[in-house]
């Protein structure tokens, strides 16, 4: 097996909703409930859900961006949480995001030379001659002409401001880079090439990817591992072979049966109806039981939480009505 | 001469059934220091209880396309420059103002990208589901009423009688989606524009929602454009496909022929680039470039720079149109000069 | 990606950009407007050898006096003189540098301070965002002129003392709205990326937040020295401003106001002044705006 890069084990996350520090507001907003997974060396790790399922709120613990109410996440072994001064820096140098939106991403007040070196300058105090070196290298990297590096954001497109972020991502060589909805926010002949651009530099620089996407299609192309999740909670994890062949979960089903292939000659699966539930009153029990389509009419899938366990080897789900091959 | 004669007949005989007709539209942004080509000579047809799509990059032209075809463009700065839309008999780029606002919302209703901004906050949904059967069915009261609840019926809205009195935000994206879509209902529109509707939507909604459209189409004939950058969607939803690039259609065809047999260099790498379920690719094709500036779109054949089969004589020309039997064409030297 | 014809990129290039982009924009700096504003300030900084005659020299026989082209009017003092009898050029020459040098310290101070607060409470959040808005909210609720006076009184008549006291309001001004612009921006994904990399909260508010709140401060900047010269003459004409008999344009317009039917122009002079000041800097700042801003700099 794998070395275990990253680990994260029963992760949670709860909003306090409205109300300020004054009053002590209302409902808790329970964005990430529970989520267990890992991402191992080399290797690109797909969480998978609709909007609200708290897949973003994940990547945000893991980048720091957001404390976990409950839950540790461990780096290469060691808790993420008891990491101070050097060996924090040393996690902020190893572990990288690239977001979804390349408008929003890159500082429009700053030169690509600056946006690319800010991550040089800040750890390694790189300068001068150095630093423009390493910026040339990085921009030929993503398949940028290194002049480019006295241009600001604005003169370039969609899809050369994503290499730039990339570009900014690699430069202190991590080991794991977080990709946020990493194409959606570009066209689709632009989203080849850059899908194409971190195989290849997964493939050179044995990076790790976190990858966080709603398309099915696109999480098959890239990834290993796949996990889904539901209003905060894992309800599937397995590798792509048997997600993509032998899904478990009526969510991931109903997940995959509502992508619009293209190809005339595939007609729509069934889709499911209902609304994704709200986290801010999750359902009882199966967080999933209001939608579901093989939903038992005992009560038990309404009131009793469904157990997270192993069904296959390597292929874990939560839910009533699957039953483990193998023990 | 009764060989035309008979050609006339046999035209107006399949005219009949042609409920929209667009020939040689252009749309130019006139801009301080340049013509945005927006729209460049488009010509298609929409066959009466037909879905139809138009694919496109961002700058393809497709959405500027479509709300030419309401005569939306953006005032000032974007002018529909020449062309004719025909809607049945009538070209509606020859009308005033005033009788183009019949066929607004009420024989043609547009959908568009975000629900968030198709709906105004401070009306109930009810009143602005009405709002189109007030102003084009000149009903009020109760009969408004009932129709507003049919339509909400229709898309499938629980509780429709609930829902009415309620405000846009207490409604999921989904549903306002549907809201959208009921208030361009109402008036059984003959045409129904889609602008890429289900992008803000979560795959599963988009689903609901895609069906729910094919539904209603089934049901009452109307006939849908889908303009999408979705290649799924397209597949699924439509008979016919428009492809767009540079404010041009490159490529136009049934829907299997295309996806089976694209026949542009564009098309079909547009097929190939996207990751595909069940069938994996150890790299996915990869168009090079970036879609072209629309203020200097270049020589000939707009996609000559990213083309992979480029000639010289595709940098000079602007390949004519060759049809591939039917109404299906392709705008490309390679299949002009394989023949 | 080994490359043999590694392209270095070359600092003269970095640099280029650079000066190309000062240059290009000082070739469309605004004409007029920046000629005014070098006029005021040379007024500002050599007044004293300019001025025809000193601001304060009273001359009794020669009050009242038109300016020029009036028929009465005398060469001698080209935009007449105010009722006792000081020449009008010669007070708005040397009253240039009470005006503007007064507003720059404002700004530069209140201002200065309000960015940094703004800067500051937009973007640490939470309660030290609540405590400073309430304090905000405390000096924006006070009367300007009120306060003024009350200030004035105590501490007693100077240009020191009008610049302390005015400099609170501004500084609580420049703080509300860079705190809202920095909530926004602090929002933008390329800050979080700079959490992520673990750049130094001080060099994410240098150098991520506050150049992209700059076009505000810019636009407020420019606003609030009308505002401030405007101010200076409110108080001048309830006696708390800069002391007499300092000309100020504020003060000179004040001075003239009884006179307005008759003398015209001891306030005209003064408020055209005023207005070329404020509507230069107004000008001015677009222009800085402009400039300063990458995606309307284009080459």
């Not at chain 1, 993420?80 to 939106?101: C, I, N, P, T």
């Not at chain 2, 629309?294 to 000079?316: H, N, Q, T, V």
């Not at chain 3, 003398?263 to 400039?291: E, H, K, M, Q």
């Amino acid at each position: 097996m794998a070395n275990r890069l990253l680990e994260v084990e029963g992760l949670a996350k709860h909003f306090r909703g409205g109300g300020n520090w004054l009053s002590s507001g209302g409902d808790s907003i329970r964005a990430v409930d529970g989520v267990s997974f890992s991402v191992e060396e080399g290797e690109t790790f797909a969480l998978v859900g609709e909007s609200g399922c708290g897949k973003t709120t994940v990547a945000k613990m893991i980048l720091l961006l957001e404390r976990p109410t409950r839950g540790a996440i461990s780096f290469q072994g060691k808790d993420v949480s008891s990491f101070r001064g050097g060996s924090l820096r040393e996690y902020k140098r190893l572990v990288q995001a690239v977001f979804q939106d390349p408008y929003s991403s890159l500082n429009p007040r700053m030169q690509v030379l600056d946006i690319i070196g800010e991550p040089l300058r800040v750890h390694q105090g790189m300068r001068g001659r150095d630093l423009r070196m390493r910026v040339g290298e990085l921009l030929e990297n993503v398949g940028l002409n290194p002049v480019t590096a006295s241009f600001f954001p604005h003169q370039f497109s969609g899809g050369q401001r994503q290499r730039i972020a990339i570009a900014r991502a690699l430069a202190l060589r991590p080991r794991l880079i977080v990709l946020d909805e990493p194409v959606s926010g570009l066209d689709v002949s632009i989203r080849a090439q850059i899908l194409n651009l971190l195989v290849d530099l997964q493939r050179e620089l044995g990076l790790s990817y976190l990858l966080i996407s709603h398309d099915l299609a696109i999480v098959e192309h890239m990834s290993h591992r796949v996990g889904v999740m539901y209003v905060g909670k894992m309800v599937e994890l397995a590798t792509r072979d048997e997600f993509y062949g032998n899904t478990l979960h009526p969510y991931s089903n109903a997940l995959l049966a509502s992508v619009p292939q293209p190809d005339p000659d595939v007609p729509m699966g069934t889709t499911i109806g209902g609304e994704v539930a709200s986290p801010i009153n999750p359902p009882s029990g199966c967080r999933f039981h209001t939608r579901c389509p093989i939903y038992l009419e005992t009560n038990m899938c309404r009131e009793v939480e469904p157990e997270w366990r192993e069904i296959l080897s390597e292929h874990l789900t939560a839910c009533h009505k699957v039953e483990p091959a193998v023990v | 001469m009764p060989a035309r004669a008979l050609e006339q007949m046999l035209r107006e005989s399949k005219e009949d059934d042609i409920l929209l007709r667009v020939e040689g539209l252009k749309t130019y942004f006139f801009q301080r220091s340049a013509v945005l080509k927006a729209v460049d000579g488009v010509s298609f047809s929409v066959a009466q209880g037909e879905a139809v799509g138009l694919v496109g990059e961002s700058g393809s032209g497709k959405t500027m396309t479509c709300l030419s075809l309401m005569r939306l463009v953006p005032q000032p700065g974007a002018r529909i420059v020449e062309g004719e839309i025909w809607f049945k008999g009538d070209n509606l780029l020859e009308m005033t103002e005033q009788e183009m606002r019949a066929y607004r919302g009420h024989r043609m209703a547009i959908v568009m990208q975000d629900p968030q901004t198709s709906l105004n906050p401070v009306y109930t949904v009810g009143e602005q589901v009405a709002e189109p059967v007030r102003l084009h069915l000149k009903e009020r009261g109760q009969q408004a009423m009932a129709r507003v609840l049919d339509s909400l019926r229709a898309v499938r809205i629980p509780r429709p009688e609930l829902r009415l009195g309620q405000y846009p935000h207490q409604f999921s994206g989904g549903m306002r989606q549907r809201v959208v879509a009921a208030m361009g209902l109402t008036t059984q529109p003959e045409l129904l524009i889609a602008d890429e509707p289900t992008t803000s939507l979560d795959v599963t909604i988009q689903a609901q929602f895609l069906r729910l459209i094919r539904e209603l189409q089934q049901d009452s004939g109307t006939s849908v454009i889908w303009v999408t950058h979705d290649l799924g969607i397209v597949a699924q939803m439509c008979d016919r496909v428009n492809v767009m690039y540079a404010g041009r259609i490159v490529e136009s065809g049934r829907v299997r022929q295309i996806y089976k047999e694209p026949q542009h260099p564009y098309t079909r790498a547009l097929l190939d680039s996207v990751p595909l379920m069940g069938t994996r690719r150890e790299k996915l094709y990869q168009i090079e470039g970036q879609p072209p500036d629309l203020r200097s779109i270049p020589e000939g054949c707009p996609f000559w720079p990213r083309c992979p089969e480029a000639m010289d004589k595709c940098k000079e020309q602007y390949p004519p149109r060759t049809s591939l039997g039917g109404e299906d064409f392709v705008h490309c030297w390679l299949t002009e000069e394989g023949r | 990606m080994a490359n043999t014809s590694m392209q270095i990129v070359s600092p003269t290039t970095l640099w280029a950009v650079r000066v190309r982009s000062v240059l290009g924009g000082l070739r469309r700096a605004p004409k007029i407007p920046s000629l005014v504003l070098l006029v005021f300030m040379i007024f500002a900084a050599f007044g004293q050898w300019i001025a025809p005659y000193s601001p304060v020299a009273v001359d009794m026989a020669a009050s009242f006096s038109p300016p020029v082209w009036h028929e009465e009017g005398s060469a001698d003092h080209l935009l007449g003189t105010d009722k006792l009898g000081r020449d009008i050029l010669s007070r708005l020459i040397r009253g240039a540098r009470v005006s503007l040098s007064l507003s720059l310290f404002v700004i530069g101070l209140g201002g200065g301070v309000g960015v940094v607060l703004g800067l500051i409470s937009g973007y640490s959040g939470g309660k030290v965002d609540a405590v400073m808005q309430r304090g905000i909210e405390v000096i924006l609720a006070m009367p300007t002129i009120l306060v003024a006076l009350v200030f004035v009184f105590a501490v007693g008549r100077s240009f020191e003392s009008v610049i302390l006291i005015l400099s609170p309001f501004l500084a609580a001004r420049f703080a509300r709205i860079v705190r809202g612009e920095t909530l926004s921006v602090r929002e933008r994904d390329f800050v979080a990326i700079a959490k992520v990399i673990g750049t130094p909260t001080w060099m994410i508010l240098l150098k991520h937040i506050l150049p992209n709140v700059f076009n505000t401060i810019i636009v407020l900047a420019t606003l609030e020295v009308g505002h401030l010269i405007l101010l200076e003459s409110s108080l001048s004409f309830l006696g708390v401003g800069v002391p007499p008999p300092q000309p100020a344009w504020g003060l000179m317009v004040a001075d003239g106001r009884e006179f307005l039917t008759s003398a015209y122009w001891i306030t005209l002079f003064p408020g055209l002044c005023i207005l070329a000041a404020v509507l230069s800097l107004n000008l001015f700042g677009d222009w800085l705006r402009d400039t300063l801003d990458p995606r309307r700099r284009q080459l």
